[in-house]
């Protein structure tokens, strides 16, 4: 009887550490789940393993423990957690004018922040060491949307800007800091690739001010090739955010041999007159070796100055080549009268001859947001 009684209390014992266990185990799972990453938006369920991501063109279908293409998404246990929410890898206090945007808050320092992934494969990329990684890779710094705000307000800055990589990749940390921001009264900017859902981006653009999206190029074979995207569905963002009145500048990194053709540059310039207005700012950017295009030059600055050109007989009245320190087309000119009114060195404003804005010359009124 002694010994039956033995056994019930070894059992008894066994069956409680048992449950504490599971319940261990259940503790974890659910910080693994709940806390320490966040659930992402816009994905469902296929089956018991695996879930389906909509918040880019891709629609990755994602099996267990597995990310999407972004490397930011991950499913866990059938459900998609974003992997990047509050865990920025670069934190910044940038110029505004590094985005670049020349005709959003001109001088102004934006509160910039990023976490690694991205849903593009760019052969020059040059962030990679941040937007071909996921973020279990990277160092990160934990901030929470209410501390992002709070670091802008005490550095100063008007602007957070969701930047470096592919904003797009963090999605639910940008779209809840942005609202907190909002509320502050600080603005928000963001330098995207474009690639996006419909509904995703009509889900975020009522709390975005200013965007600089990057149009590679105009070629469907481009994207496909160089990018490993999808023209259309960018064109489309950008006639989205147009209808939504969002500042929108163009930067349209230039690459050798690539997308530096005159017919691919008119074509480019066409485009974004056409369907974005003269109004809207473009940046030529220097390519430099990279990434998987190492083995190629930097871009010739005749080839910029002749994008340039091309886009001002096209119409475009305010055009800009970035990444050549100095050079004269950094700096914004009225359209009308020619004087140099914002003259820029790098990313320093020299001189702003832009008052309510207008040119301080002649009065004309000058595309942006300035105060």
């Given at each position: 009887?002694?010994?039956?009684?033995n056994?019930?209390n070894?059992f008894?014992?066994?069956?409680?550490?048992?449950?504490?266990?599971?319940?261990?185990?259940?503790?974890?799972?659910?910080?693994y789940?709940?806390?320490?990453?966040h659930?992402a938006?816009?994905?469902e369920?296929?089956?018991?393993q695996s879930?389906?991501?909509r918040l880019?063109?891709?629609n990755?279908?994602?099996?267990?423990?597995?990310?999407?293409?972004?490397?930011a998404?991950k499913?866990i246990g059938?459900?998609?957690y974003?992997m990047?929410?509050g865990?920025p890898?670069?934190v910044?206090?940038?110029?505004i004018?590094?985005?670049?945007?020349f005709?959003?808050?001109c001088g102004s320092?934006?509160?910039?922040?990023?976490?690694?992934g991205?849903?593009l494969r760019?052969?020059?990329?040059?962030?990679w060491q941040?937007s071909?990684?996921?973020?279990?890779?990277t160092?990160?710094?934990p901030?929470?949307?209410?501390?992002?705000?709070q670091?802008?307000?005490?550095k100063g800055c008007?602007?957070?800007?969701y930047t470096?990589?592919?904003?797009?990749?963090?999605?639910?940390y940008?779209l809840d800091?942005?609202k907190?921001a909002r509320s502050?009264g600080?603005?928000?900017?963001?330098?995207?690739a474009?690639?996006?859902?419909?509904?995703?981006?009509e889900?975020?653009l009522?709390f975005?001010?200013?965007a600089n999206?990057d149009?590679k190029?105009?070629s469907k074979?481009?994207?496909k090739?160089?990018?490993g995207?999808t023209?259309?569905?960018?064109?489309r963002?950008?006639m989205?955010m147009?209808?939504y009145?969002?500042?929108?500048?163009?930067t349209?990194?230039?690459v050798?041999?690539?997308?530096?053709?005159d017919?691919?540059?008119?074509?480019?310039?066409d485009?974004i007159?056409?369907?974005?207005g003269?109004?809207?700012p473009?940046?030529?950017?220097?390519f430099?070796?990279?990434?998987?295009l190492?083995?190629l030059?930097a871009t010739?600055?005749?080839?910029?100055?002749?994008?340039y050109?091309?886009?001002?007989k096209s119409?475009?009245?305010?055009?800009?080549?970035?990444n050549?320190y100095?050079?004269?087309?950094?700096?914004t000119f009225?359209p009308?009268?020619?004087?140099?009114?914002?003259?820029?060195r790098?990313?320093e404003?020299?001189?702003?001859?832009?008052k309510?804005?207008k040119?301080?010359f002649?009065g004309?009124k000058?595309a942006?947001v300035w105060?």
């Open positions: 009887m002694k010994g039956c009684l056994l019930l070894q008894s014992q066994m069956k409680i550490k048992f449950l504490l266990i599971i319940l261990i185990l259940g503790l974890q799972l659910i910080g789940g709940e806390e320490k990453y659930r938006l816009f994905f369920r296929v089956d018991e879930v389906q991501c880019c063109p891709r990755c279908l994602i099996p267990e423990g597995r990310y999407g293409f972004c490397r998404r499913n059938g459900v998609l974003a990047g929410y865990n890898c670069a910044a206090v940038d110029p004018e590094k985005k670049p945007l005709h959003y808050l320092k934006a509160f910039s922040i990023a976490s690694a991205c849903n760019c052969l020059f990329c040059q962030n941040i071909q990684f996921s973020p279990e890779e160092k990160n710094i901030l929470s949307p209410n501390q992002v705000v670091l802008a307000k005490q008007p602007v957070i800007a470096y990589s592919e904003p797009i990749s963090f999605y639910e940008m800091t942005a907190i502050a600080i603005k928000n900017i963001m330098h995207t474009g690639y996006i859902n419909q509904e995703p981006l889900q975020i009522p975005i001010d200013a999206v149009l190029g105009i074979e481009y994207y090739n160089v990018c995207g023209l259309d569905d960018v064109l963002t950008l989205i147009k209808k009145k969002i500042w929108i500048e163009i349209n990194l230039v050798p041999g690539y997308n530096d053709s017919a691919d540059i008119k074509q480019l310039c485009w007159k056409n369907n974005l003269p109004d809207t473009v940046h030529f950017s220097r430099g070796p990279m990434y998987k190492a083995h030059t010739p600055y005749a080839t910029l100055e002749k994008a050109k091309i886009a001002k119409g475009l009245k305010y055009v800009y080549i970035g050549v100095g050079n004269l087309y950094e700096s009225c009308k009268c020619g004087k140099i009114i914002v003259k820029r790098g990313y404003i020299v001189e702003n001859n832009i309510k804005g040119c301080t002649c004309t000058i942006g105060e």
